[in-house]
């Protein structure tokens, strides 16, 4: 049962541009929400979180999204470029523990 | 580098054998997790320690086991080894007990059971 779904698997897009990852979940208790990013033979790094009190979060380039009503989570990367070409994971928090989504191979194109 | 160091980088076993994979947190750090990602699976939480003791636990196996020694190092024990538990194995630190704490993800050990 996947709490914490990231259905698209990878995703494409040339520099400059948008990039937007998607994340639904299906849990209501979730009260706080993260994005991580993974470079190849490296772990995870955290990114950007967010508090289920609000609807979105800002931290440079990087703004997270949240839509409460829709169970729905994104990232948005603007401008993309072609460094944030990595795996980004979204997570949610339950009680004491992160569920975390499968991952968006994000490639930004020069 | 985040800090949190994790070894050995990777292991190749057999069927029905046993490994110990090992975590030092960043220094200050009293929580430590552990996660398993297999192929094409996201992070699965497997359990955490908070200052030598468990504090929150996921889906992990009953043939694993985990503990925090009082330098804070913490070891993931698997036994009866399968198929099914070659995957990437992180670990990650925080300061404090909670979810809300920035986690420190280790580089990861990959372990491979033939």
Known sequence: DQQVKQNSPSLSVQEGRISI??????????????????????????LISISSIKDKNEDGRFTVFLNKSAKHLSLHIVPSQPGDSAVYFCAASERRK????????????? | DSGVTQTPKHLITATGQRVTLRCSPRSGDLSVYWYQQSLDQGLQFLIQYYNGEERAKGNILERFSAQQFPDLHSELNLSSLELGDSALYFCASSVGPGPYNEQFFGPGTRLTVL
């Open chain 1, 98 to 110: 992160l569920i975390f989504g499968q991952g968006t191979e994000l490639s930004v194109k020069p």
């Open chain 1, 21 to 46: 990852l998607n994340c639904d979940y299906t849990n209501s208790m979730f009260d706080y929400f993260l994005w991580y990013k993974k470079y190849p033979a490296e772990g995870p790094t955290f």
